[in-house]
């Protein structure tokens, strides 16, 4: 059983605000525990309640510049008693990979000699964790072997995440988190990193590929094709477990993210800002892993992995 203690440490926000839309009505509020960092203590982005949050987020005081702490989002309680149960809502797929040998439950799609280990030197509940020790051009992921598409093509996958490098040392595009139509060679939504076009910084963003024009959105709220803010957005430092969460909806062509129960503005897309409409594949497929594209990920470790059709917060 996955322990209900958290060692979470806060994202690095950098300077500024991020753009977005408020979250649909549907998801309740929670309190989110995070503190986001700017000059001038203003939010940056990721202001939003998440769709659930199940425990109190560790903070540290690490700043970018002169900055003073702010919260950027008012604590919120549910009035429900928070879950210990990493499994719960995971009405599709759970593993905390406590097992030594990788449930069947997974498919692996990838070169032979990437494929993942369970490990037992990192972990962020229990003893063990997925790890992909390497990753390449064609990439590396395990998918649900049962259970997608779902009725609505609405999904939720929850991963604790823990990266080998520093975001800004992975030197271009890659990704860790993708829904797709088919395991390999179809239209993918891939949440990942890549350089920003405005600042050259490495940051966290959302890439569609396959189901049209290519279109990216950064977590500083730029987009390709549209001017470039210059403006700094998130990014995630090594050895570090992280709660990412993210919603994949491709009846509503949507897509959300949050990132130690805090949610992303920024990254809250709808029409990629340009208009778009009718872009979301349908999501037959969701994996984790990671895959190189311009940059290097590095070895990247998995745990407490859900996925369901309801918010699943981070235990």
């Known amino acids: 059983m996955v322990s209900c203690w958290r060692r979470c440490a806060p994202l690095l926000f950098v300077i500024g605000t991020a753009c977005g839309e408020e979250p649909p009505p549907e998801d309740p ?53 928070p879950s210990t149960d990493p499994c719960d809502g995971a009405d599709i797929l759970c593993d905390d990979f406590e097992d030594p040998a990788l449930d069947p439950q997974w498919v692996y799609t990838g070169a032979p000699g990437n494929m993942p280990v369970i490990d037992e030197g990192r972990a962020f509940a229990g003893t063990r964790s997925l790890t992909f020790p390497t990753t390449d051009t064609q990439g590396a992921f395990v998918y649900p072997a049962a259970g997608l598409p779902v009725a609505g093509d609405r999904i939720y996958v929850r991963a604790y995440v823990n990266f080998e490098r520093e975001m800004s040392a992975m030197g271009g595009h ?58 700094p957005g998130v990014t995630l430092v090594a050895d570090t477990w992280y709660c990412i969460e993210a919603l994949y909806d491709g009846s509503a062509h949507e897509f959300r993210l949050w990132i130690d129960g805090m949610e992303l503005s920024a990254m809250h897309v709808t029409d990629w800002q340009m208009g778009v409409t009718n872009w979301s594949p349908v999501y037959s497929v969701v ?29």
Do not use: H
């Open 174 to 231: 890659v990704s860790y988190i993708v829904g797709a139509n088919a395991p390999s060679n179809g239209a993918e939504l891939r949440l990942g990193a890549s350089q920003n076009f405005g600042n050259g910084q490495m940051m966290v963003d959302v890439n569609l590929l396959g189901n049209g024009p290519e279109y990216t959105q950064f977590s500083n709220g730029d987009v390709t094709g549209g001017a470039p803010s210059g403006a």
């Open 29 to 81: 509020p929670a309190s989110t525990g995070l503190t986001a960092f700017g000059d001038s203590g203003t939010s940056t982005g990721a202001d939003e309640a998440p769709p659930v949050e199940t425990s109190p987020t560790s903070t540290s005081s690490t700043t970018t510049g002169d900055a003073e702490d702010s919260s950027g989002a008012d604590e919120v309680s549910s009035g429900d008693p």
């Open 287 to 315: 994996k984790i892993g990671g895959q190189n594209y311009s940059g290097s990920l590095g070895q990247i470790w998995f745990d407490d992995v859900a996925m369901g059709t309801q918010p699943l917060g981070c235990p």
